[in-house]
C-alpha cells in the first residue's frame, strides 16, 4: 500500500510565502514523475508544477517565476515552494507521484488527500 501525506498548507497574506510537502511511504519500488495540482471552488484541477524524476520541470503559466518545485529522492518527498502569494492561489493543493510498487507490477498514480492554502488579508 502506498500513501501520500501533504503538509505545509495554511493561512498567509498576500506576498508572503508557503512551502508544501508531500511524502510518499509504503513498499515503494520507484517514483518517477511527481507534482502538485490545485482545485479551486467551482472549478476544475489544474496543473501547477511537475517534477520528473531526473529533475526537469514544467509549470503553469500562472506561477512561473513565483513558485519553485523540487524533489528529494531519498526522502520520496516534492516539495512546492510558493512565493509572492496572490489571492488567486487560494485552492487546495494535491500532490501526486507515478509509483512503481515493489509488490505490485505496473506503474499507478496516486494522490494525496490535499492541503488548503488561502491567501488572504
Known amino acids: 500500500q502506498v500513501q501520500l501525506v501533504e503538509s505545509g498548507g495554511g493561512l498567509v497574506q498576500p506576498g508572503g510565502s508557503l512551502r508544501l510537502s508531500c511524502a510518499a511511504s509504503?513498499?515503494?519500488?520507484?517514483?518517477?514523475?511527481m507534482g502538485w495540482y490545485r482545485r479551486t471552488p467551482g472549478l476544475q484541477r489544474e496543473l501547477v508544477a511537475v517534477?520528473?524524476?531526473?529533475?526537469?520541470?514544467n509549470y503553469a503559466d500562472s506561477v512561473k517565476g513565483r513558485f519553485t518545485i523540487s524533489r528529494d529522492n531519498a526522502k520520496n518527498t516534492v516539495y512546492l515552494q510558493m512565493n509572492s502569494l496572490k489571492p488567486e492561489d487560494t485552492a487546495v493543493y494535491y500532490c501526486?507521484?507515478?509509483?512503481?510498487?515493489?509488490?505490485?507490477?505496473?506503474?499507478?498514480?496516486?494522490w494525496g488527500q490535499g492541503t488548503q492554502v488561502t491567501v488572504s488579508s
Open positions: 517534477i520528473t524524476s531526473g529533475g526537469s520541470t
Open positions: 501526486n507521484a507515478d509509483i512503481r510498487e515493489a509488490t505490485i507490477g505496473g506503474v499507478r498514480r496516486y
Open positions: 509504503g513498499t515503494i519500488f520507484s517514483i518517477y514523475t
